[in-house]
C-alpha cells in the first residue's frame, strides 16, 4: 500500500493498494502510468494514474523462471 498525497493541501488524497513492501517508483513518459518496484514479491504493479488503482502487476520471478 503506499499512499497519495496532495502536496499543497499536506493532506493525503488516496491509498493505492500494491504488493508487499512497495520501495521504488518511476513515472511514466506521459504521466498516466506509475511503475512501483515491490520488493518483496519480486513484482512490479503498474498505477493508472488518473483513476488512482492498479491496471496490472508483472510477476518478475515467472520472467525469470522463463529465461528472460
Known amino acids: 500500500v ?3 498525497r ?3 493541501a499536506m493532506r ?4 493505492i493498494p500494491v504488493q508487499k513492501n512497495p520501495e ?9 502510468r506509475l ?7 519480486d513484482s512490479i504493479s503498474i498505477v493508472d494514474v ?3 488503482k492498479v491496471a ?8 525469470n523462471a ?3
Request: proline residues 2%; hydrophobic residues 30%; negative net charge.
Open 2 to 4: 503506499f499512499d497519495v
Open 6 to 8: 496532495d502536496p499543497s
Open 12 to 15: 493525503q488524497v488516496a491509498t
Open 24 to 32: 521504488a517508483l518511476a513515472l511514466g513518459r506521459d504521466g498516466d
Open 35 to 41: 511503475y512501483v518496484a515491490n520488493s518483496d514479491e
Open 50 to 52: 488518473r483513476k488512482r
Open 56 to 63: 496490472s502487476t508483472l510477476d518478475l520471478r515467472s520472467i
Open 66 to 68: 522463463q529465461g528472460y
